[in-house]
């Protein structure tokens, strides 16, 4: 079957770096997505990654390895607004989205 | 991106009843998509509905139960139909949208349904 794993919840301090791991089994992989979701709203898209490597876009940023079906979202200098839940996504060979279940993000002062 | 509006934002239905919700993109997209979300869980996949043909359903999921429209590209609904407390859920749409090369969803602000 297809899976995505990742850590049900992180707790972070304010101004530090986190990073969130991703690792997925999927039948094909066409893509990998990144999205934030602040509780009791919709998810926002952060990040795309088809090709093996880092993605920076700001204090976030995204990495891909493909050979070992892994990924990981970097935050840096945290800030409270951070505090959300972090969704990854890959898009199968059928062109469909997994989802991963999400990682709740809690930040400290 | 596309923007998409959402309505109801939220509601409390009680059992048996049905339930419409609308989803306005303010873009022709070629596929919208319908999602549920219950408390803490991931995203899932109800249906795909594209304009001028029946809605796909993913595995547990019936037209029956959930019957979609899309009359046009622009616009969708999803109705809940007979409700009952399971049903309880955050209903989300969505479409995909072309950014940087990749083909993103885009989501609605989502209907918060309560079903007493």
């Known amino acids: 079957g297809q899976n995505i794993d990742q850590p049900t919840e992180m707790t972070a301090t304010e101004g530090a770096i986190v990073q969130i791991n991703c690792t997925y089994q999927?039948?094909?992989?066409?893509?990998l997505f990144w999205y934030q979701q602040h509780a009791g709203e919709a998810p926002t898209f952060l990040s795309y990654n088809v090709l093996d490597g880092l993605e920076e876009k700001g204090r976030f940023s995204s990495f891909l390895s493909r050979s070992k079906g892994y990924s990981y979202l970097l935050l840096k200098e945290l800030q409270m607004k951070d505090s959300a839940s972090y969704l990854c996504?890959?898009?199968?060979?059928?062109?469909?989205?997994?989802w991963g279940a999400g990682t709740k993000l809690i930040i400290k002062p | 991106s596309a923007v998409i509006s959402q309505k109801p934002s939220r509601d409390i239905c009680q059992r048996g009843t049905s339930l419409t919700i609308q989803c306005q993109v303010d873009s022709q997209v070629t596929m919208m998509f319908w999602y549920r979300q219950q408390p803490g869980q991931s995203l899932t996949l109800i249906a795909t509905?594209?304009?001028?043909?029946?809605?796909?359903?993913e595995s547990g999921f019936v037209i029956d139960k959930f019957p979609i429209s899309r009359p046009n590209l622009t616009f969708s609904t999803l109705t809940v139909s007979n409700m009952s407390p399971e049903d309880s859920s955050i209903y989300l749409c969505s479409a995909e949208t072309g950014t940087s090369g990749a083909n993103v969803l885009t989501f609605g602000a989502g209907s918060r349904l309560t079903v007493l």
């Open positions: 999927t039948s094909g992989f066409n893509g």
């Open positions: 509905a594209n304009q001028g043909s029946e809605a796909t359903y």
């Open positions: 996504a890959v898009r199968d060979s059928n062109y469909q989205l997994i």
